[in-house]
């Protein structure tokens, strides 16, 4: 099964990419630009596999740049508080 196929997988897969990044030393804005790649990347290729996804999507499909560099920066919030928990 895709790590796509499941919200709660998809979000250990994204925190998993996370604690690599850090700690291989990421800082946070290089981060935060490659979750925007990410994004940018589902968007344009990745039909989204559940209702979570179709609302990213969604959401990603009418936000201006700036819009989109926030909605990916929650998301790294998003998956950095699913780790700690």
Request: no cysteine; proline share 1%.
């Amino acid at each position: 099964m895709s790590v796509l196929n499941n919200w709660d997988h998809w979000k250990n897969f994204l925190g998993d990419q996370l604690d690599d990044a850090q700690d291989q030393g990421m800082s946070q804005q290089i981060i935060d630009k490659m979750a925007h790649h990410v994004g940018d990347y589902l968007a344009n290729n990745v039909d989204p596999k559940n209702e979570q996804q179709r609302v990213l999507s969604d959401l990603w499909s009418v936000a201006s740049e700036e819009e989109q560099q926030a909605i990916a920066r929650v998301m790294v919030k998003l998956v950095e508080n699913n780790n700690t928990k």
